[in-house]
């Protein structure tokens, strides 16, 4: 059954850092690219990172220079280091993963996801 389960969410003041991790089990672990989804305030879902088996990685606009994206060698949890937070950071954080190759923060490419994790940035 493949699985992935976030944790690490919180609430932090402004300029805080918070690790995201996503525990990866089952077919999931055969998952070519991973990424970090967001739910905004807005009730938007916009893509904030992915990387890929191969290295590759990608950052939305406001994740570059901020956030990072990265999984342990042996490739059973992904992470989302996130530095310099701001309240607009707020929201739930998914991670997704498909088995097509290239990074990508579209949401229709992924075929897992797990629940997400809440964050909360306080000004």
């Known amino acids: 059954e493949e699985q992935l389960v976030e944790s690490g969410g919180g609430s932090v003041q402004a300029g805080g850092s918070l690790r995201l991790s996503c525990a990866i089990s089952?077919?999931?672990?055969?998952?070519?690219?991973m990424a970090w989804f967001r739910r905004n305030a807005g009730n938007e879902r916009e893509g904030v990172a992915s990387t890929c088996s191969d290295g590759r990685t990608t950052y939305a606009h406001f994740a570059s220079g901020r956030f990072s994206i990265s999984k342990d060698n042996a490739g059973n949890t992904l992470y989302l280091q996130m530095n310099g937070l701001a309240p607009e950071d707020a929201g739930m954080y998914y991670c997704?993963?498909?088995?097509?190759?290239?990074?990508?923060?579209?949401?229709?490419?992924?075929?897992?996801w797990g629940q997400g994790a809440q964050v909360t940035v306080s000004s």
């Open positions: 089952g077919a999931t672990n055969l998952a070519v690219c």
């Open positions: 997704a993963a498909k088995q097509t190759w290239s990074p990508s923060l579209t949401s229709s490419f992924y075929d897992s």
